[in-house]
Protein backbone atom coordinates (compact mmCIF):
# COMPACT_ATOMS: atom_id res chain seq x y z
CA UNK A 1 0.00 0.00 0.00
CA UNK A 2 2.73 2.80 0.67
CA UNK A 3 4.30 1.90 -2.75
CA UNK A 4 0.95 3.02 -4.18
CA UNK A 5 0.66 6.04 -1.82
CA UNK A 6 4.24 7.28 -2.71
CA UNK A 7 3.80 6.58 -6.45
CA UNK A 8 0.60 8.47 -6.69
CA UNK A 9 2.34 11.48 -4.64
CA UNK A 10 3.79 14.08 -7.36
CA UNK A 11 5.82 15.74 -4.75
CA UNK A 12 7.74 13.00 -4.61
CA UNK A 13 9.65 11.50 -7.86
CA UNK A 14 11.52 8.25 -7.21
CA UNK A 15 13.27 7.44 -11.05
CA UNK A 16 13.37 3.94 -10.81
CA UNK A 17 17.52 3.79 -12.46
CA UNK A 18 17.82 5.87 -9.02
CA UNK A 19 16.00 3.52 -7.05
CA UNK A 20 17.84 0.85 -8.64
CA UNK A 21 21.65 1.78 -7.03
CA UNK A 22 22.77 -1.14 -5.35
CA UNK A 23 19.99 -3.46 -6.38
CA UNK A 24 21.77 -6.85 -5.28
CA UNK A 25 22.53 -5.90 -1.41
CA UNK A 26 18.72 -4.58 -1.83
CA UNK A 27 17.35 -7.81 -2.97
CA UNK A 28 19.29 -9.64 -0.44
CA UNK A 29 18.43 -7.35 2.60
CA UNK A 30 14.90 -6.96 1.39
CA UNK A 31 13.33 -9.61 -0.69
CA UNK A 32 15.68 -12.73 0.32
CA UNK A 33 13.85 -13.84 3.73
CA UNK A 34 10.45 -13.05 2.37
CA UNK A 35 11.66 -15.86 -0.22
CA UNK A 36 13.12 -17.90 2.14
CA UNK A 37 9.76 -17.10 4.75
CA UNK A 38 7.61 -18.33 1.80
CA UNK A 39 9.59 -21.49 0.76
CA UNK A 40 9.21 -22.15 5.01
CA UNK A 41 5.76 -21.52 5.14
CA UNK A 42 4.39 -23.48 2.27
CA UNK A 43 7.18 -25.49 0.87
CA UNK A 44 6.95 -24.42 -2.69
CA UNK A 45 8.92 -20.97 -4.42
CA UNK A 46 6.96 -18.13 -4.51
CA UNK A 47 6.53 -17.22 -8.33
CA UNK A 48 6.96 -13.84 -8.18
CA UNK A 49 10.18 -13.40 -5.81
CA UNK A 50 11.86 -16.21 -8.00
CA UNK A 51 10.83 -13.97 -11.30
CA UNK A 52 11.79 -10.79 -9.51
CA UNK A 53 15.55 -12.72 -8.90
CA UNK A 54 15.40 -13.30 -12.83
CA UNK A 55 15.02 -9.26 -13.60
CA UNK A 56 17.77 -8.31 -11.23
CA UNK A 57 19.81 -10.77 -12.86
CA UNK A 58 18.63 -9.41 -16.23
CA UNK A 59 19.00 -5.55 -15.76
CA UNK A 60 22.50 -6.38 -14.54
CA UNK A 61 23.82 -7.58 -18.15
CA UNK A 62 25.69 -4.68 -19.02
CA UNK A 63 28.79 -3.23 -19.81
CA UNK A 64 31.64 -1.01 -18.27
CA UNK A 65 31.21 2.39 -19.67
CA UNK A 66 33.40 4.57 -16.64
CA UNK A 67 34.72 3.43 -13.70
CA UNK A 68 31.80 3.54 -11.46
CA UNK A 69 28.82 2.72 -13.71
CA UNK A 70 28.12 0.07 -16.80
CA UNK A 71 25.30 -0.04 -19.28
CA UNK A 72 22.41 -2.28 -20.21
CA UNK A 73 19.75 -1.76 -23.21
CA UNK A 74 16.54 -2.68 -23.02
CA UNK A 75 13.88 -2.24 -26.07
CA UNK A 76 17.45 -0.85 -27.91
CA UNK A 77 17.40 1.70 -25.24
CA UNK A 78 20.65 2.24 -22.45
CA UNK A 79 20.22 2.46 -19.02
CA UNK A 80 22.69 3.26 -16.27
CA UNK A 81 23.64 0.28 -14.16
CA UNK A 82 25.08 1.46 -10.61
CA UNK A 83 26.90 -0.81 -8.07
CA UNK A 84 30.22 -2.17 -6.44
CA UNK A 85 32.54 -2.72 -9.46
CA UNK A 86 33.20 -5.97 -8.42
CA UNK A 87 29.43 -6.92 -8.29
CA UNK A 88 29.18 -5.01 -12.08
CA UNK A 89 32.73 -7.55 -12.94
CA UNK A 90 31.07 -10.20 -11.50
CA UNK A 91 27.93 -10.16 -13.83
CA UNK A 92 29.71 -8.92 -16.57
CA UNK A 93 32.01 -12.22 -16.48
CA UNK A 94 29.16 -14.54 -16.12
CA UNK A 95 27.19 -12.77 -18.63
CA UNK A 96 30.12 -12.85 -20.93
CA UNK A 97 30.93 -16.61 -20.51
CA UNK A 98 27.20 -18.27 -20.22
CA UNK A 99 25.04 -15.70 -23.12
CA UNK A 100 22.47 -18.31 -24.19
CA UNK A 101 22.95 -20.91 -20.89
CA UNK A 102 20.47 -19.47 -19.08
CA UNK A 103 20.69 -22.54 -16.06
CA UNK A 104 24.35 -22.23 -16.11
CA UNK A 105 24.24 -18.41 -15.67
CA UNK A 106 21.60 -18.77 -12.87
CA UNK A 107 23.73 -20.91 -11.11
CA UNK A 108 26.67 -19.09 -10.99
CA UNK A 109 24.63 -16.09 -10.03
CA UNK A 110 22.73 -17.87 -7.08
CA UNK A 111 26.18 -19.84 -6.37
CA UNK A 112 27.84 -16.03 -4.99
CA UNK A 113 28.26 -16.33 -1.28
CA UNK A 114 29.27 -12.64 -1.32
CA UNK A 115 25.89 -11.70 -2.78
CA UNK A 116 23.54 -13.60 -0.91
CA UNK A 117 25.37 -14.37 2.12
CA UNK A 118 24.48 -18.35 1.41
CA UNK A 119 25.18 -20.13 -1.51
CA UNK A 120 21.30 -20.03 -3.45
CA UNK A 121 22.00 -22.97 -5.44
CA UNK A 122 21.52 -25.19 -2.55
CA UNK A 123 17.56 -24.35 -2.50
CA UNK A 124 15.80 -27.05 -4.80
CA UNK A 125 14.27 -25.71 -7.51
CA UNK A 126 15.65 -22.12 -6.84
CA UNK A 127 17.69 -22.26 -10.35
CA UNK A 128 15.75 -24.29 -12.14
CA UNK A 129 12.73 -21.72 -11.73
CA UNK A 130 14.96 -18.33 -11.85
CA UNK A 131 16.63 -19.67 -15.03
CA UNK A 132 12.89 -20.60 -16.56
CA UNK A 133 12.02 -16.28 -15.90
CA UNK A 134 15.61 -15.33 -17.03
CA UNK A 135 14.78 -17.09 -20.17
CA UNK A 136 10.96 -15.81 -20.64
CA UNK A 137 12.57 -12.43 -19.99
CA UNK A 138 15.24 -12.30 -22.59
CA UNK A 139 13.22 -14.23 -25.15
CA UNK A 140 9.60 -12.84 -24.45
CA UNK A 141 10.65 -9.56 -23.35
CA UNK A 142 9.67 -8.70 -19.56
CA UNK A 143 6.36 -8.24 -19.94
CA UNK A 144 4.77 -11.04 -21.14
CA UNK A 145 7.00 -13.19 -19.00
CA UNK A 146 5.89 -11.33 -15.63
CA UNK A 147 2.16 -11.37 -17.42
CA UNK A 148 2.98 -15.54 -17.15
CA UNK A 149 3.97 -15.57 -13.76
CA UNK A 150 0.39 -12.87 -12.49
CA UNK A 151 -3.36 -14.48 -12.04
CA UNK A 152 -5.99 -13.87 -14.06
Known amino acids: MLVRERSRNPFIRHELLSIS ?6 WKVRVLPSLLDYL ?10 TFSLAALIRF ?3 KPISETEFRG ?4 EPYP ?3 DRAILEFFERTWDKFPNDYRALVDAILANHAFWGIDLTGICGLTDAVAAHLE ?3 TSGPRRAAASILPE
Do not use: C, F, Q
Open 73 to 76: TRSN
Open 136 to 138: AIV
Open 60 to 62: YDG
Open 21 to 26: LNSVSK
Open 40 to 49: DANEKLPAAL
Open 81 to 83: IND
